[in-house]
């Protein structure tokens, strides 16, 4: 399994989904590394390798009537889970259209029915427990995500407290690492980044 981690790691580094200088968050906190998966949408094959990775996090023997990807740049994976492993998917609208049916939820469900949230990079957790919101007011259940990247940023701890256990592929410190491993980075960009993590935790009411 670390292998794979590895060589995925050192894929979304090449495909630039990792990369690194200064950048604005919009937490309005300024981060030497950034994380952006929307780089690598146009590579099957990579997405592919992301998804299915990402669903060993699973256990195999708890039931998931659903999945739901927080919007936008999960999206794509969500869906390949959904029909890799024959699992319904639902879409949550970021706001409801003022038309039609007005719905906030696009999908069949039924009530009480669980409901995994798949996301990409999580830092204080907010835009998880924003759609866990909008699914346990439609009446469904949510108490797990997925995600690609913990940014160790204090979304882990802001999840738990709400009651949902959040599973990731990497930490930030674990995915430097295996770049590091690598030869992609140096022991001075590993240095900064995981000072970087130690110094900055982000607030609940924070925006991913």
């Not at 990579?46 to 996090?57: A, D, G, N, V, Y």
């Not at 990247?149 to 009651?163: C, F, H, I, P, V």
């Not at 949902?164 to 770049?179: D, G, N, P, R, W």
Request: glycine share 6%.
């Amino acid at each position: 399994m670390e292998n794979l981690l590895e060589e995925l790691a050192v894929k979304l580094f090449e495909s630039e989904a990792v990369k690194f200088g200064t950048f604005i968050m919009k937490t309005g906190l300024q981060t030497p590394v950034y994380f952006d998966l929307r780089a690598v949408i146009s590579r099957p094959q990579l997405m592919k390798s992301i998804s299915s990775l990402l669903w060993t996090l699973v256990e195999k023997d708890k039931p998931i009537s659903q999945v739901c990807g927080v919007p936008y740049t999960a999206l794509p994976i969500a869906t390949l889970i959904s029909v890799e492993e024959n699992i319904p998917m639902l879409i949550r609208r970021k706001e409801s259209k003022p038309y039609g049916t007005k719905k906030l939820i696009e999908g069949q469900f039924k009530l009480e029915e669980n409901c995994m949230i798949i996301e990409d990079v999580v830092t204080s957790g907010s835009s998880i427990l924003e759609t866990a919101k909008d699914l346990i007011n439609e009446g469904l259940t949510v108490e797990e995500a997925i995600v690609i990247l913990d940014r160790q940023q204090g979304g882990r701890e802001n999840l738990k407290a709400k009651g949902i256990e959040m599973k990731s592929l990497y930490t930030l410190t674990s995915l430097m690492q295996h770049l590091l491993n690598a030869g992609k980075v140096t022991s001075d960009t590993f240095e900064e980044v995981k000072t970087y993590v130690e110094q900055n935790q982000v607030e609940l009411n924070s925006k991913e």
